[in-house]
């Protein structure tokens, strides 16, 4: 490790000084392989002037820059409108978590790399807050001052050392959780300490001593050098949980005055949010998901068998559904309700007391040709509008409240032979009765009240290739189905048509393309 002034010389971490050394020439060399958009994110705002800074956690800087985590910026609020300005330019978009866990002065910004095929995501503080992450409690007002002792030498600008190490124990400390540690330790995951040690040892030794104090006295003026000597030791691996835990509720003292609420308050805040957390993923299996600010996007995929649609609906799923709050909703197998549901019941034993249906009960005039399908069936096709209606509804609030709503099987209009309105053409040619009128009236009005989607995606492929792919169903039903679709003249709609005769990965690449456009 480096070597120190002798005046209380820093206790040697959990990770040697070869390690660290090893740790410092990686997140140095880590800026030259920054994937495209965060290159070109640092030019915008090299070229822009604008005041920031990448600053915690620059011992895997390296890490961060690939787009393997998110990226901790800390950004002058006079630049924040031309901060996102900027970001808004490169195709970034804001999202945000649930309500309860919103942050005054900290955003979330993502973008899509399409050459590296990752997600950026921007951690953006204008005010630099410190504690617990379910509550950051704690503001520190150096936020000029941190900006002010950078280094510029890398690809992104980042704090001395010696002030990153200060911010680092303060927010450990603040961030630490007994309680959390335990529950981790019960569910088998690591309480992190070892990460946090390994960081400690990497920036003592890049740290000069003295530099740190002189740095300490501006960052917290009068906190003692001694007790700061107590809050860096209980990082360490052999500290014990009760040290940590005593050191924390002191430390809590020490920033009262800078604490957002209570203490007191923050402590119940911050295990309600906890328990919550945790029921709320290890009991009811969900896991939280951030919304877009600007709200969501109902999405609608659609082509004809063999065209990879449901192969593209997952795809499009797993690719948003590790950040974001997205959800498949199928138009073609809705939710049935219960008058549903009674209504198959009733066809079904139809079709079983048929011929002795037939013998006793003479169909009317309509229902005995050969084209009237039977007044059952046509509640039948009511009742299944109804239910699409009602997927409908639940897709487009979703989408409203910020999320992104995948939609398979959406109803197009001028697409008859997936899904639509079935009444009006079974019955064509025949002459209807007010009770058939009404039906078909019920049935259309369903299906009128479904809006167009936000984005409109179609997947068209020559039907011959449909037939070659889709061996599981017959020619002459795929054919028929998806020559619907390569036939329709989709000019003068809004739809985005998609060569679905390409490889799965060109079709993914391409539909992301549109659909972050869309976000």
Known sequence: MKARPAILPFPQGNVSGQAASTLTKASQNGNEA????????????????????????????????????DLDLLVASVDAQRFASAAYGLGFVQAASPQKEETPGVLHLYGWDKEAEKFVHLHVYHRLLLGH???????????????????NTGLIPIPQPEFELVVFVLRKVLSSSTSEAMLRRMMGRSAGFEKTAH?????????????VYERLNRIVPGLEVSFFERCLESLRLESSAW???IVRLQLEEVLSANARRHRHIDRALKS??????????RVLGRHARKYFVNGGALIA???????????AVKAVNKWLGDNFTVRTFHFGKPRRSPFTIAVIIGLRSQALMYPWLKKLFPGSRDEGTSSHPGYLHLVRWVCAARDRHRVYLKARRFADNGGIAICDRFLVHGIALMDGPNIARSLEGTELTWLSRAL???ENKRYQQIMQPDLLLVLRVDPEIAVRRKTDEREDHVRTRSNEIWETDWTGTRAHLVDASQSAACVLDELRSQIWQQI
């Open 199 to 211: 960081e400690l040892d990497y920036l003592e030794s890049n740290s000069n001593r003295a530099s």
């Open 133 to 151: 992450d379910l509550t950051n409690n704690y503001h520190l007002p150096i936020e000029e001052l941190l900006l002010e002792s950078t280094d």
């Open 272 to 281: 309600w949010r906890l328990m919550s957390k945790l029921f709320s993923e």
């Open 34 to 69: 920054a994937i495209p958009l965060v290159k070109k994110l640092c030019e915008v705002l090299d070229n822009e002037q604008i005041s920031y800074c990448h600053w915690k956690s620059n011992w895997r800087l390296s890490s961060w820059l690939k787009g393997e985590g």
């Open 243 to 245: 040290n940590r835990m």
């Open 301 to 311: 995929l659609v082509g004809g068998d063999g065209a990879g649609k449901t192969t």
């Open 440 to 442: 078909m009236k019920a």
